[in-house]
Protein backbone atom coordinates (compact mmCIF):
# COMPACT_ATOMS: atom_id res chain seq x y z
CA UNK A 1 0.00 0.00 0.00
CA UNK A 2 1.27 3.06 -1.01
CA UNK A 3 1.04 6.54 0.40
CA UNK A 4 -0.01 10.04 -1.33
CA UNK A 5 3.19 11.07 -1.93
CA UNK A 6 3.49 7.60 -3.76
CA UNK A 7 1.10 8.64 -6.11
CA UNK A 8 2.26 12.24 -7.10
CA UNK A 9 5.08 10.95 -7.82
CA UNK A 10 3.48 8.37 -10.36
CA UNK A 11 1.34 11.33 -11.47
CA UNK A 12 4.03 13.55 -12.19
CA UNK A 13 6.27 10.46 -13.73
CA UNK A 14 3.10 10.04 -16.14
CA UNK A 15 3.12 14.18 -17.67
CA UNK A 16 4.32 13.10 -20.98
CA UNK A 17 1.04 10.41 -21.40
CA UNK A 18 -0.96 13.04 -20.61
CA UNK A 19 0.00 15.56 -23.05
CA UNK A 20 0.19 13.18 -25.50
CA UNK A 21 -3.21 12.06 -25.28
CA UNK A 22 -3.83 16.19 -25.04
CA UNK A 23 -2.90 16.37 -27.91
CA UNK A 24 -4.33 13.84 -30.23
CA UNK A 25 -7.74 14.82 -28.71
CA UNK A 26 -6.74 18.06 -29.42
CA UNK A 27 -6.01 17.39 -32.84
CA UNK A 28 -9.29 15.22 -33.79
CA UNK A 29 -12.37 17.72 -31.87
CA UNK A 30 -15.91 16.56 -32.05
CA UNK A 31 -18.90 19.16 -31.11
CA UNK A 32 -20.97 18.04 -28.56
CA UNK A 33 -23.32 14.75 -28.75
CA UNK A 34 -20.73 13.73 -31.98
CA UNK A 35 -17.93 13.07 -29.60
CA UNK A 36 -17.36 9.31 -31.15
CA UNK A 37 -14.14 8.97 -31.58
CA UNK A 38 -13.24 10.38 -28.15
CA UNK A 39 -15.46 8.22 -26.91
CA UNK A 40 -13.93 5.51 -28.26
CA UNK A 41 -10.26 6.69 -26.91
CA UNK A 42 -11.64 7.46 -23.23
CA UNK A 43 -13.16 3.58 -23.41
CA UNK A 44 -9.97 2.17 -24.86
CA UNK A 45 -7.70 3.65 -22.67
CA UNK A 46 -9.79 2.89 -19.51
CA UNK A 47 -9.94 -1.07 -20.68
CA UNK A 48 -6.24 -1.02 -21.37
CA UNK A 49 -5.78 -0.03 -17.68
CA UNK A 50 -8.41 -2.80 -16.36
CA UNK A 51 -11.05 -0.03 -15.10
CA UNK A 52 -14.66 -1.21 -16.08
CA UNK A 53 -16.36 1.10 -18.33
CA UNK A 54 -19.89 1.54 -19.28
CA UNK A 55 -21.55 3.37 -22.06
CA UNK A 56 -25.28 5.37 -20.83
CA UNK A 57 -25.64 7.48 -23.39
CA UNK A 58 -24.54 7.45 -27.19
CA UNK A 59 -21.30 9.47 -26.41
CA UNK A 60 -19.27 9.94 -23.02
CA UNK A 61 -18.47 7.12 -21.01
CA UNK A 62 -18.80 5.93 -17.09
CA UNK A 63 -16.21 4.44 -15.31
CA UNK A 64 -15.75 3.20 -11.98
CA UNK A 65 -12.56 2.05 -10.08
CA UNK A 66 -13.33 0.00 -7.09
CA UNK A 67 -10.38 0.09 -4.12
CA UNK A 68 -9.94 -2.01 -1.28
CA UNK A 69 -13.40 -2.95 0.48
CA UNK A 70 -16.63 -1.31 1.03
CA UNK A 71 -16.65 2.77 0.97
CA UNK A 72 -17.54 6.00 0.20
CA UNK A 73 -17.62 7.06 -4.15
CA UNK A 74 -16.27 9.97 -5.55
CA UNK A 75 -17.48 10.96 -9.02
CA UNK A 76 -14.53 13.62 -10.96
CA UNK A 77 -16.03 14.89 -14.44
CA UNK A 78 -14.28 15.69 -17.34
CA UNK A 79 -16.25 17.23 -20.27
CA UNK A 80 -14.94 15.96 -23.72
CA UNK A 81 -16.80 18.29 -26.37
CA UNK A 82 -14.71 21.03 -28.82
CA UNK A 83 -16.65 24.01 -30.01
CA UNK A 84 -17.49 25.21 -33.95
CA UNK A 85 -14.13 27.33 -33.80
CA UNK A 86 -11.77 27.65 -36.98
CA UNK A 87 -8.17 27.23 -35.15
CA UNK A 88 -5.70 29.54 -35.35
CA UNK A 89 -3.11 28.82 -33.26
CA UNK A 90 -0.56 27.50 -35.90
CA UNK A 91 0.23 24.61 -33.39
CA UNK A 92 1.91 21.07 -34.89
CA UNK A 93 -1.37 19.07 -33.06
CA UNK A 94 -3.37 21.37 -34.14
CA UNK A 95 -7.58 20.37 -35.02
CA UNK A 96 -7.60 18.09 -37.96
CA UNK A 97 -11.43 18.74 -37.87
CA UNK A 98 -11.77 22.10 -40.18
CA UNK A 99 -14.33 24.50 -38.47
CA UNK A 100 -14.15 22.32 -34.95
CA UNK A 101 -11.79 23.35 -32.05
CA UNK A 102 -10.98 22.42 -28.68
CA UNK A 103 -10.97 26.21 -27.60
CA UNK A 104 -12.43 25.63 -24.28
CA UNK A 105 -9.36 22.88 -22.88
CA UNK A 106 -11.85 20.24 -22.73
CA UNK A 107 -9.00 18.26 -24.45
CA UNK A 108 -7.00 18.75 -21.57
CA UNK A 109 -9.75 17.87 -18.70
CA UNK A 110 -10.29 14.36 -20.33
CA UNK A 111 -6.75 13.61 -20.77
CA UNK A 112 -5.67 14.64 -17.11
CA UNK A 113 -8.67 12.52 -15.49
CA UNK A 114 -7.51 9.67 -18.06
CA UNK A 115 -4.50 9.72 -16.60
CA UNK A 116 -6.08 9.83 -12.74
CA UNK A 117 -8.17 6.99 -13.53
CA UNK A 118 -4.69 5.03 -14.64
CA UNK A 119 -2.76 5.87 -11.40
CA UNK A 120 -6.03 5.16 -9.18
CA UNK A 121 -6.57 2.06 -10.73
CA UNK A 122 -3.00 0.84 -10.29
CA UNK A 123 -3.40 1.61 -6.03
CA UNK A 124 -6.81 0.04 -5.99
CA UNK A 125 -5.26 -1.39 -2.87
CA UNK A 126 -4.78 1.72 -1.52
CA UNK A 127 -7.92 3.09 -1.12
CA UNK A 128 -11.34 1.75 -0.11
CA UNK A 129 -15.00 2.45 -1.59
CA UNK A 130 -15.16 3.84 -5.65
CA UNK A 131 -14.19 5.97 -7.77
CA UNK A 132 -16.41 7.10 -10.43
CA UNK A 133 -15.43 8.81 -13.77
CA UNK A 134 -17.22 10.75 -15.67
CA UNK A 135 -16.76 11.33 -18.70
CA UNK A 136 -19.48 13.78 -20.07
CA UNK A 137 -20.18 14.95 -23.92
CA UNK A 138 -22.03 18.01 -24.85
CA UNK A 139 -21.10 20.65 -22.34
CA UNK A 140 -20.88 23.46 -24.60
CA UNK A 141 -24.54 22.70 -25.29
CA UNK A 142 -25.42 22.66 -21.28
CA UNK A 143 -27.41 19.21 -22.36
CA UNK A 144 -24.63 16.25 -21.81
CA UNK A 145 -24.89 16.64 -17.80
CA UNK A 146 -28.48 15.97 -17.88
CA UNK A 147 -28.34 13.57 -20.70
CA UNK A 148 -25.89 11.75 -18.25
CA UNK A 149 -27.85 12.10 -15.11
CA UNK A 150 -31.26 11.21 -17.02
CA UNK A 151 -29.17 7.94 -17.79
CA UNK A 152 -28.46 6.96 -14.44
CA UNK A 153 -24.42 8.22 -14.46
CA UNK A 154 -25.15 9.13 -10.60
CA UNK A 155 -26.72 5.93 -9.45
CA UNK A 156 -25.35 2.29 -8.58
CA UNK A 157 -23.05 3.62 -6.59
CA UNK A 158 -24.24 7.47 -5.86
CA UNK A 159 -21.53 9.30 -5.42
CA UNK A 160 -21.00 11.15 -1.80
CA UNK A 161 -18.64 13.93 -3.43
CA UNK A 162 -18.34 15.18 -6.82
CA UNK A 163 -15.20 16.88 -8.39
CA UNK A 164 -14.68 18.76 -11.77
CA UNK A 165 -11.95 21.27 -12.84
CA UNK A 166 -11.63 23.51 -15.58
CA UNK A 167 -8.87 24.63 -16.97
CA UNK A 168 -8.32 28.58 -16.42
CA UNK A 169 -6.06 30.67 -19.03
CA UNK A 170 -6.58 33.89 -16.46
CA UNK A 171 -4.55 32.39 -14.06
CA UNK A 172 -0.77 31.19 -13.46
CA UNK A 173 0.14 27.66 -15.18
CA UNK A 174 -0.40 25.15 -12.04
CA UNK A 175 -2.23 27.48 -10.20
CA UNK A 176 -5.69 25.74 -8.08
CA UNK A 177 -8.53 28.03 -8.25
CA UNK A 178 -11.04 27.74 -5.82
CA UNK A 179 -14.14 29.80 -5.05
CA UNK A 180 -16.38 28.95 -1.62
CA UNK A 181 -20.35 29.15 -2.38
CA UNK A 182 -21.82 30.08 -5.94
CA UNK A 183 -18.45 29.99 -8.57
CA UNK A 184 -20.34 30.76 -11.87
CA UNK A 185 -24.08 31.62 -12.97
CA UNK A 186 -27.11 30.17 -14.10
CA UNK A 187 -27.62 31.15 -17.84
CA UNK A 188 -31.16 31.38 -19.39
CA UNK A 189 -32.12 33.04 -22.61
CA UNK A 190 -35.03 34.70 -23.89
CA UNK A 191 -36.77 35.63 -27.20
CA UNK A 192 -39.80 37.88 -27.44
CA UNK A 193 -41.98 39.00 -30.47
CA UNK A 194 -44.14 41.27 -29.89
CA UNK A 195 -47.52 41.46 -32.13
CA UNK A 196 -48.57 44.79 -33.43
CA UNK A 197 -50.60 45.88 -36.29
CA UNK A 198 -48.65 46.55 -39.53
CA UNK A 199 -49.46 49.55 -42.21
CA UNK A 200 -48.13 52.92 -43.27
CA UNK A 201 -45.42 54.61 -41.86
CA UNK A 202 -46.99 58.15 -42.47
CA UNK A 203 -50.40 56.89 -40.42
CA UNK A 204 -49.08 55.28 -37.07
CA UNK A 205 -52.75 56.08 -35.92
CA UNK A 206 -54.21 53.32 -37.78
CA UNK A 207 -51.64 51.22 -36.79
CA UNK A 208 -50.31 49.03 -33.21
CA UNK A 209 -46.80 50.06 -33.40
CA UNK A 210 -44.66 47.23 -32.20
CA UNK A 211 -41.46 49.24 -32.90
CA UNK A 212 -42.17 51.13 -30.11
CA UNK A 213 -43.96 48.36 -27.83
CA UNK A 214 -40.01 47.21 -28.42
CA UNK A 215 -38.30 49.98 -27.42
CA UNK A 216 -40.16 50.54 -24.30
CA UNK A 217 -40.24 47.32 -23.54
CA UNK A 218 -36.05 46.62 -23.86
CA UNK A 219 -35.69 50.12 -21.91
CA UNK A 220 -37.58 49.05 -18.96
CA UNK A 221 -35.28 46.00 -18.62
CA UNK A 222 -32.38 47.41 -18.64
CA UNK A 223 -33.25 49.28 -15.50
CA UNK A 224 -34.51 46.02 -14.31
CA UNK A 225 -31.77 45.00 -12.30
CA UNK A 226 -30.27 48.21 -11.45
CA UNK A 227 -34.05 48.90 -9.34
CA UNK A 228 -34.88 45.78 -8.17
CA UNK A 229 -31.91 43.89 -7.24
CA UNK A 230 -29.72 43.92 -3.99
CA UNK A 231 -26.39 45.56 -5.97
CA UNK A 232 -24.41 43.09 -4.09
CA UNK A 233 -26.30 40.45 -5.73
CA UNK A 234 -24.94 39.64 -9.17
CA UNK A 235 -26.88 39.44 -12.02
CA UNK A 236 -26.93 40.22 -15.71
CA UNK A 237 -29.62 40.85 -18.09
CA UNK A 238 -28.55 41.43 -21.53
CA UNK A 239 -30.49 42.05 -24.82
CA UNK A 240 -28.41 41.42 -26.99
CA UNK A 241 -30.91 40.93 -30.72
CA UNK A 242 -32.91 43.10 -31.86
CA UNK A 243 -35.15 42.13 -35.28
CA UNK A 244 -38.42 44.63 -36.92
CA UNK A 245 -39.31 46.17 -40.09
CA UNK A 246 -38.15 46.23 -43.77
CA UNK A 247 -38.79 49.63 -44.90
CA UNK A 248 -38.49 53.37 -43.96
CA UNK A 249 -42.39 53.44 -44.97
CA UNK A 250 -44.00 50.64 -43.07
CA UNK A 251 -44.81 50.00 -39.84
CA UNK A 252 -44.17 46.35 -39.37
CA UNK A 253 -46.62 43.75 -38.04
CA UNK A 254 -44.29 42.29 -35.22
CA UNK A 255 -41.23 42.78 -33.87
CA UNK A 256 -38.73 40.74 -31.68
CA UNK A 257 -35.96 41.12 -29.26
CA UNK A 258 -33.84 38.25 -27.46
CA UNK A 259 -30.98 38.10 -24.78
CA UNK A 260 -29.62 36.22 -21.91
CA UNK A 261 -29.99 36.37 -18.02
CA UNK A 262 -26.94 35.86 -15.73
CA UNK A 263 -27.07 35.47 -11.86
CA UNK A 264 -25.27 33.99 -9.04
CA UNK A 265 -28.62 33.32 -6.44
CA UNK A 266 -31.32 31.13 -7.39
CA UNK A 267 -33.88 32.81 -5.29
CA UNK A 268 -32.83 35.84 -7.27
CA UNK A 269 -33.00 34.21 -10.74
CA UNK A 270 -36.42 33.07 -10.42
CA UNK A 271 -37.59 36.69 -9.04
CA UNK A 272 -36.21 37.89 -12.09
CA UNK A 273 -37.33 35.75 -14.31
CA UNK A 274 -41.19 36.08 -12.87
CA UNK A 275 -40.28 40.79 -13.13
CA UNK A 276 -39.03 39.81 -16.51
CA UNK A 277 -42.57 38.32 -17.70
CA UNK A 278 -44.41 40.38 -16.46
CA UNK A 279 -42.63 43.47 -18.05
CA UNK A 280 -42.29 41.94 -21.09
CA UNK A 281 -45.96 41.11 -21.40
CA UNK A 282 -47.65 44.22 -19.63
CA UNK A 283 -45.68 46.65 -21.32
CA UNK A 284 -46.42 45.88 -24.65
CA UNK A 285 -50.06 45.40 -23.52
CA UNK A 286 -50.46 48.90 -22.50
CA UNK A 287 -49.87 49.61 -26.24
CA UNK A 288 -52.36 47.85 -27.64
CA UNK A 289 -50.11 44.86 -28.59
CA UNK A 290 -49.55 41.27 -28.03
CA UNK A 291 -46.25 39.35 -26.91
CA UNK A 292 -45.08 35.81 -27.31
CA UNK A 293 -42.69 35.21 -24.15
CA UNK A 294 -40.08 32.61 -24.70
CA UNK A 295 -37.64 32.14 -21.45
CA UNK A 296 -35.79 28.91 -21.59
CA UNK A 297 -33.68 27.79 -18.41
CA UNK A 298 -30.29 26.54 -18.80
CA UNK A 299 -27.64 25.77 -16.64
CA UNK A 300 -27.82 26.21 -12.59
CA UNK A 301 -25.59 27.98 -10.45
CA UNK A 302 -22.51 26.13 -9.78
CA UNK A 303 -22.17 26.30 -6.07
CA UNK A 304 -18.85 24.80 -4.30
CA UNK A 305 -20.26 23.71 -0.97
CA UNK A 306 -17.62 25.56 1.38
CA UNK A 307 -17.03 22.46 3.08
CA UNK A 308 -15.59 20.50 0.20
CA UNK A 309 -13.88 23.75 -0.79
CA UNK A 310 -12.26 22.95 2.85
CA UNK A 311 -11.56 19.52 2.91
CA UNK A 312 -10.28 20.10 -1.25
CA UNK A 313 -7.80 23.18 0.57
CA UNK A 314 -6.19 19.99 2.83
CA UNK A 315 -5.54 17.49 0.39
CA UNK A 316 -3.70 19.87 -1.54
CA UNK A 317 -1.58 20.71 1.43
CA UNK A 318 -1.23 17.15 2.30
CA UNK A 319 -0.06 16.34 -1.75
CA UNK A 320 2.60 18.94 -1.26
CA UNK A 321 3.15 19.52 -5.15
CA UNK A 322 0.97 22.39 -4.98
CA UNK A 323 2.39 25.77 -5.71
CA UNK A 324 -0.18 27.87 -6.01
CA UNK A 325 -3.37 28.26 -4.85
CA UNK A 326 -5.96 31.29 -5.45
CA UNK A 327 -9.36 32.30 -4.24
CA UNK A 328 -11.18 33.34 -7.14
CA UNK A 329 -14.51 35.65 -7.05
CA UNK A 330 -16.96 33.91 -9.39
CA UNK A 331 -17.76 34.50 -12.41
CA UNK A 332 -20.77 35.33 -15.09
CA UNK A 333 -20.22 32.29 -17.10
CA UNK A 334 -21.93 29.32 -16.69
CA UNK A 335 -21.30 25.54 -16.60
CA UNK A 336 -23.74 22.43 -16.46
CA UNK A 337 -21.41 21.16 -13.92
CA UNK A 338 -24.14 22.53 -11.61
CA UNK A 339 -26.56 19.90 -12.57
CA UNK A 340 -23.89 17.49 -10.41
CA UNK A 341 -23.93 19.77 -7.37
CA UNK A 342 -27.56 20.19 -7.32
CA UNK A 343 -27.97 16.58 -7.29
CA UNK A 344 -24.65 15.60 -5.00
CA UNK A 345 -24.53 18.68 -2.76
CA UNK A 346 -21.04 17.76 -1.44
CA UNK A 347 -18.51 19.09 -4.07
CA UNK A 348 -16.87 22.14 -6.41
CA UNK A 349 -15.86 22.81 -9.29
CA UNK A 350 -11.55 23.85 -9.39
CA UNK A 351 -10.18 25.74 -12.25
CA UNK A 352 -6.81 25.34 -13.41
CA UNK A 353 -4.39 27.62 -14.10
CA UNK A 354 -2.88 27.56 -17.62
CA UNK A 355 -1.42 30.67 -18.88
CA UNK A 356 2.35 31.65 -19.91
CA UNK A 357 2.77 34.84 -21.65
CA UNK A 358 6.02 33.29 -22.46
CA UNK A 359 4.51 30.55 -24.78
CA UNK A 360 1.87 32.80 -25.54
CA UNK A 361 -0.76 31.04 -23.73
CA UNK A 362 -2.78 33.88 -23.00
CA UNK A 363 -5.95 34.06 -24.93
CA UNK A 364 -9.12 33.55 -23.30
CA UNK A 365 -11.46 30.45 -23.27
CA UNK A 366 -13.07 30.32 -26.48
CA UNK A 367 -10.59 32.14 -28.72
CA UNK A 368 -9.45 30.39 -31.64
CA UNK A 369 -6.18 31.42 -30.77
CA UNK A 370 -6.62 29.32 -27.27
CA UNK A 371 -3.12 28.25 -26.09
CA UNK A 372 -2.08 26.28 -22.87
CA UNK A 373 0.66 25.89 -20.93
CA UNK A 374 0.97 21.64 -21.14
CA UNK A 375 3.39 21.79 -17.99
CA UNK A 376 -0.06 22.57 -15.65
CA UNK A 377 -1.64 19.42 -16.85
CA UNK A 378 -0.02 17.09 -14.26
CA UNK A 379 -1.31 19.52 -11.81
CA UNK A 380 -5.02 18.60 -12.70
CA UNK A 381 -4.04 15.04 -12.89
CA UNK A 382 -2.41 15.33 -9.29
CA UNK A 383 -5.55 17.42 -7.94
CA UNK A 384 -8.05 14.16 -9.37
CA UNK A 385 -5.76 12.06 -7.40
CA UNK A 386 -5.25 13.94 -3.78
CA UNK A 387 -8.60 14.51 -3.50
CA UNK A 388 -9.94 11.34 -4.29
CA UNK A 389 -7.61 9.39 -2.03
CA UNK A 390 -8.17 11.39 0.90
CA UNK A 391 -11.83 11.22 0.39
CA UNK A 392 -11.93 7.53 0.19
CA UNK A 393 -9.59 7.30 2.90
CA UNK A 394 -11.49 9.55 5.27
CA UNK A 395 -13.63 8.59 7.70
ZN1 LIG B 1 -16.70 26.52 -23.20
ZN1 LIG C 1 -15.52 24.56 -20.89
Request: proline share 5%; glycine share 8%.
Amino acid sequence: MKNLSDLMNEVFTLKDEIISLRRDIHEHPELSFKEFRTTELIVDYLKSHGIEVSRPTPTGAVGLIKGNGEGKTIALRADIDALPIKEETNLPFASKNEGVMHACGHDAHTAMLLVAARVLSENRDSFKGTVKLLFQPAEEKAGGAVQLIEAGALQNPRPDAVMGIHVWPYSEAGSIGYTRGPAMASSDFFNVKIIGKGGHGAYPHNTIDPVNALVHTVSALNSLVGRTVNPLDSIVLSVTTIHAGTAGNIVPEEATFGGTVRALNEDTRTRIEKLFKEIASKIPESFGAKSEIEYKRTTRVVYNSPEFIDFMLEAVKEAGVFKKLEELPPTMGSEDFSFYLEEIKYGGFIRLGVKNEKIGAVYGLHSPKFIIDEDALPYGTALHVAVSYKFLNGE
